[in-house]
């Protein structure tokens, strides 16, 4: 499935490509690679909004998800979309600092922040506006609840790597600068995930 679908992708035939993804991933819904390849035909065929959803659910069961966090960018960057751009781009760079496309990403950023007239975005309906309270347990680490280093590194102790990641990227997000944060984002990164 994978393979003709990026065949028929590099070939420019991204419909096709859709089509083959959406029939392979019936049989195995959560095969990441397909998510994430069904996110870039989407962006290919200018289909924004959808290709963020599916890109903004791979990272949602796996924070440090390469690809799908820079094709996520790319997303929201060519939909202007000037918000949602500027934490997919953060997040991009806290995942990888060192790619040479994150300075294009962030120029382009800059251009949109420059141009977009104040509050240029409604509501981003992702619920942030509606989280009140919140859970600490592992596996809610995108809830309201508190978000500190530590508890980070808890759940990195405790074996729970993707709830870790996913805290110190919020954490980061706010606090790019954060230098435990970041060191904890590595170690999280090269950890094992909890598989229960």
């Keep these: ?50 290709a963020g959803a599916e890109l903004e659910s791979v990272l ?20 202007s979309a000037v918000e949602r751009a500027g934490v997919a781009v953060s997040r991009y760079a806290h995942l990888q600092p060192l790619d040479p496309d994150l300075a294009a990403f962030q120029r382009q950023l800059t251009a949109l922040r420059r141009d977009a007239p104040p509050s240029s975005e409604e509501d981003l309906g992702d619920g942030r506006a509606e989280e009140q309270g919140g859970s600490n347990e592992p596996g809610s680490a995108s809830g309201a609840g508190l978000k500190t280093v530590t508890l980070a590194e808890l759940y990195l102790q405790q074996g729970h790597a993707r709830d870790a990641a996913a805290m110190l990227l919020e954490i980061l997000d ?7 944060a970041q060191e904890a984002l590595m170690r999280a990164r090269g950890a094992r995930p909890y598989a229960g």
């Design 1 to 50: 499935m994978l393979r003709l679908a990026e065949l028929l992708l590099r070939r420019g035939e991204a419909e096709d490509a859709l089509a083959t993804l959406t029939r392979g991933l019936e049989n195995r819904p959560g095969h990441v690679a397909a998510l994430v390849l069904r996110g870039r035909c989407l962006l290919a065929l200018e289909r924004l909004d959808e």
């Design 60 to 79: 949602a069961v796996d924070p440090t998800q390469l690809v799908a966090a820079k094709l996520l960018a790319q997303v929201w960057l060519r939909a």
């Design 174 to 180: 706010s606090d790019p600068a954060n230098a435990a």
